[in-house]
């Protein structure tokens, strides 16, 4: 039985004993996760890049280049955030047109996840369209809980950061919508790829002086971290702001813009230096937001971080930076990866979880 919220009605999760094979799935707005469970271990995980933006047919586009093991046969798991993406009328739209998607495209058994009341059939996706919306980071959470019962969870994405705690095994959290967790800073806005550099500071340090940056989208997080070596491999599938390459140099001459300079105007030591500037501004209001759930009364004292996403690597600063232990998500699930590691599974914790989390 999935960890749940007071007051839950319990939702069957009797496994489809016919198909052992199970892939999660999370159909995000500019990325789509696979993860493939056989046997109650992890053996593959994908992602690719989706322009959801579009409609529903970018979808299309996005599954008929998944790896043939994603688009065969199996008892399907699937979690959401396209919802809010604006080719839909609102959030209740895009759940219903996302859940249609998923029974009419994937072959057998479809079930969503509907974070604290369980995995719901698509058909009932509309009934259950608040509990939908955005719950993805609630099943990461819940797998989480299973193997650390006190943790908070940090998963840094490309686009968004979800900081949830796990108290006595389940998710904790204080909100549970996209709005709530805003407020709650259990949800931050910023992430290592996608997010804008004037979303992180309105003024950074050049050559002696306190300079206001450029309010365009000359720059985003991507650029920082591949200047600073840490941007994992694979991790930025978007275009560059400007639609160029993603060359340390191309990096830099958009970093550049931001501050209304020219790339020749300063070194490869200076740009370097500038970026790593922004990346301690995307720290800060991380730092932030973890210390205030940490310092709940409900929260273990010595709860440690457990990491995951494309920016882990900003993660397990943080963890330092606030003195805690870390863990990552790889490790903590251990026990149901495969010797091959699976790559991605950092970065597709939630279709990961749902794939594990289901028939349980």
Known sequence: MLPRFPGETPVSHAPDASNPKKIGWDLGGVHVKAALVEGGRVREAVQAPCKLWRGI??????????????????????????????????????????????????????????????????????????????ANWHATAALVGRHVPNALLVDIGSTTSDLIPIVDGRPASTGYSDAER??????????????????????????????????ESFATTADIHRLLGDLPEGADQQHSADLKGKSIAESETRLSRIIGRDHAEGTSKEWR???????????????????????????????????CGAGAFLAERLAQRIGRTCRAFTDVIADGLTDRGADWVSTCGPAVAVGLLTGT
């Open 182 to 215: 805003l407020e709650t800073g259990e949800l931050v806005y910023s992430g290592v790829v996608r997010t804008a550099l004037p979303a992180l500071a309105t003024h950074a340090p050049w050559a002696g002086r306190r300079t206001a940056l450029m309010a």
């Open 57 to 134: 047919p970018a979808l299309d586009e996005t599954f008929s280049g998944l790896p043939v093991w994603a688009r065969g046969e199996a008892d399907h798991a699937v979690t959401m955030t396209g919802e809010l993406t604006d080719c839909f009328k609102d959030r209740a739209d895009g759940v219903a047109q996302l859940a249609a998607w998923a029974a009419a495209n994937l072959k057998g058994r479809v079930r969503i996840y509907a974070g604290r009341s369980g995995f719901v059939a698509p058909e009932a996706a509309e009934v259950h369209g608040a509990d939908i919306a955005s």
């Open 273 to 307: 230096a500038l970026a790593a500037w922004f990346a301690e501004a995307q720290l800060r209001p991380l730092h932030d937001a973890a210390a205030t759930l940490l310092s709940r009364s409900d929260v273990f004292a010595e709860s440690p971080l457990v990491i």
